[in-house]
């Protein structure tokens, strides 16, 4: 049979061209109203094409090239091609130039715009390698790869002195917002702050530190008091009046005393506030500079959680290393102590606001953590069908609890018993019945040294510079 072939035609079928539609006749709007709409479409798209192709910003251009552009274009003058480009100065990343034709043509502009004297682009390069914390050398290593010219370090230096202005003003208006925040949301001018020193260094001999105070009521910094022990024209013994000195004598340690009470000494006047609730990780010093400066004890100490819970690991640690044969296999391991501070912790912030629940359940905490399958401790845990403690969960059930653990013999119960109960104390306890913690110290002081690198020193211009920049970055993002 023959094979059956499909209709299919040799050429394509004609749809048309470009020249098909061209003498055809366009609908002519029939009312005013269409017309004006049309109009409209119109002006709304022209606009839309030149706002897109309207170049803004700063690009990075090679002189040769630019050079060549103008050459080829003709003057204004005596429309001849043949301008020549040439620059008569030069700061930092902004050049004066000159286009010149031999007919004595002669227009000067600036590469980037400035404000009176000063480009902008090298205040905006200053900001930009502080924020990635990054400073002069970095900064000249990266525009000499580029084949950019760099400003100076005195220049450098310069702009960074109009850019503390700048950013201490802003940081300082920022702070201000935050304290009129606190008063309108407490309705009262006394309030709670988490106070906490940082420092460059580790240790006990930084020459850099910083000290803050944050709302506990909205989480944002109220004040901060940035610290030095170092002076260039000091140290070198310069006589020069007119420097940014260091503003601390003294130890290290000692930054944290004194920022605190230079922050709580101004609280009323710059901030019209009275921190009357001192929240603090346990360091007493800052503390007592600051508990009479209203008054007699017009200041109470509170503690942060968190700090509290991390002395139950770091005291039964060092309990291991003074006493021999507390540590080892089924004794005082790592494991435990762990168990032991996240139980604690736990407790606490089970039990906010009731002082007699929080010290039963961290009792508790203790002897169900060193209980085992020999002997049940259970007796203060929390009965019925909803209790955190599986063996009451059993009982309530009435089945049979297996514990696999071996638990902790008795001398090594006793032997970390005081040191343990020594922080289920009323007096300790009711200074955390609050529920708080320092944990935005801890991320402020974060922000501080991603803008100010541990491993770079700084003089207390940079210093300064930098806290203020990271309380904006804080606040407000």
């Not at 004006?36 to 803004?56: F, H, P, Q, S």
């Not at 008569?88 to 007919?103: A, H, P, Q, V």
């Not at 059930?397 to 006793?414: A, Q, R, T």
Request: hydrophobic share 30%.
């Amino acid at each position: 049979m023959p094979k059956y072939r499909t209709k299919r035609t040799k050429y394509r079928s004609f749809h048309g061209n470009r020249f098909t539609n061209a003498n055809q006749s366009v609908e002519e709007p029939t009312t005013a109203s269409a017309s004006k709409l049309i109009m409209n479409d119109c002006a709304e798209l022209k606009d839309e094409v030149n706002g897109r192709n309207e170049l803004k910003g700063n690009r990075i251009m090679d002189i040769f090239i630019l050079n060549c552009v103008f050459a080829a274009l003709c003057c204004p003058q005596c429309l001849k091609t043949g301008l020549k480009l040439t620059e008569d100065s030069r700061f930092g990343l902004c050049s004066d130039f000159t286009l010149t034709c031999k007919c004595g043509y002669m227009n000067g502009f600036t590469s980037t715009a400035k404000i009176g004297r000063k480009s902008t682009l090298n205040s905006l390069l200053v900001l930009g390698l502080r924020l990635i914390g990054k400073g002069f050398t970095a900064g000249k290593k990266l525009l000499c790869t580029v084949n950019l010219p760099f400003m100076s370090k005195s220049t450098f230096r310069r702009h960074e002195d109009q850019l503390l202005k700048v950013v201490r003003c802003a940081a300082d208006k920022n702070m201000k917002e935050a304290a009129t925040e606190v008063r309108t949301k407490t309705k009262t001018s006394s309030c709670g702050v988490s106070v906490d020193g940082t420092w460059q260094r580790r240790g006990h001999n930084s020459l850099n530190g910083c000290v803050s105070a944050i709302s506990i009521d909205t989480g944002k910094v109220l004040d901060l008091e940035p610290m030095s022990l170092y002076c260039r024209y000091c140290d070198k013994k310069k006589n020069n009046d007119g420097h940014v000195c260091s503003n601390h004598v003294g130890s290290s340690a000692s930054m944290e005393t004194v920022g605190a009470y230079r922050i709580f000494d101004r609280s009323k006047q710059c901030k019209r506030l009275k921190y009357t609730k001192y929240y603090g990780d346990g360091d007493s010093n800052g503390f007592n500079a600051v508990k009479d400066i209203y008054g007699p004890d017009s200041v109470e100490k509170l503690e942060c959680i968190g700090h509290v819970q991390k002395r139950v690991g770091s005291r039964l640690r060092n309990l291991k290393k003074k006493q021999k044969g507390l540590g080892g296999k089924g004794k005082l391991t790592d494991k435990l102590i762990d168990k032991l501070q996240n139980y604690y912790g736990i407790a606490i912030r089970s039990n906010i606001g009731n002082l007699q629940n929080m010290q039963s359940a961290v009792i508790a905490a203790f002897y169900h953590c060193c209980s085992g399958k020999n002997k049940h401790m259970h007796k203060q845990c929390p009965k019925g069908g909803d209790s955190w403690c599986k063996y009451q969960r059993a009982v309530h059930e009435g089945k049979v609890f297996v514990d696999k653990s071996p638990g902790l013999p008795n001398d090594i119960i006793n032997s970390i018993k005081t040191t343990y109960m020594s922080l289920c104390d009323s007096n300790l306890l009711s200074k955390c019945l609050h529920g708080k913690t320092q944990n935005n110290n801890e991320s402020f002081n974060n922000v501080i040294w991603t803008i100010l690198p541990k491993e770079t020193f700084v003089e207390m211009q940079s210093l300064t510079l930098g806290v203020n920049i990271a309380v904006l970055l804080f606040n407000s993002g």
